[in-house]
């Protein structure tokens, strides 16, 4: 069975800094785009950062030079380091990730999600 486990996340000041993991399990070819999303109370859920399987990202604007987005293939685990952190971050994020996978149909790619971790920014 595939799925995403993400860890990381807690309470902590504004300024300060956390750093979220998220590994992929299960019977995995390979992972093409892996990301983090956020969904704050009462909003949308929305785009953090992603990155391709050769490294490429892209960042929502609100978080540029704020958060890096990395991964390790080897590990099949993407993280999301979060510095100067400010109470409008505060969400419950979201690892995704695009795999291609064995299923009752064959190998075919599939879209999974983690659980989710909360993260709360304090003023």
């Known amino acids: 069975q595939v799925q995403l486990v993400e860890s990381g996340g807690g309470l902590v000041q504004a300024g300060g800094s956390l750093r979220l993991s998220c590994g992929a399990s299960?019977?995995?070819?390979?992972?093409?785009?892996m990301g983090w999303y956020r969904q704050a109370p009462g909003k949308q859920r929305e785009l953090v950062a992603t990155?391709?399987?050769?490294?490429?990202?892209n960042y929502t604007d609100s978080v540029k030079g704020r958060f890096t987005i990395s991964r390790d293939n080897a590990k099949n685990t993407v993280y999301l380091q979060m510095n100067s952190l400010k109470p409008e971050d505060t969400a419950v994020y979201y690892c995704?990730?695009?795999?291609?996978?064995?299923?009752?149909?064959?190998?075919?790619?599939?879209?999974?999600w983690g659980q989710g971790t909360q993260v709360t920014v304090s003023s």
């Open positions: 995704n990730a695009d795999l291609f996978v064995f299923t009752t149909t064959g190998w075919n790619t599939r879209d999974y």
């Open positions: 299960g019977n995995i070819f390979s992972i093409n785009v």
């Open positions: 990155i391709t399987s050769s490294g490429s990202t």
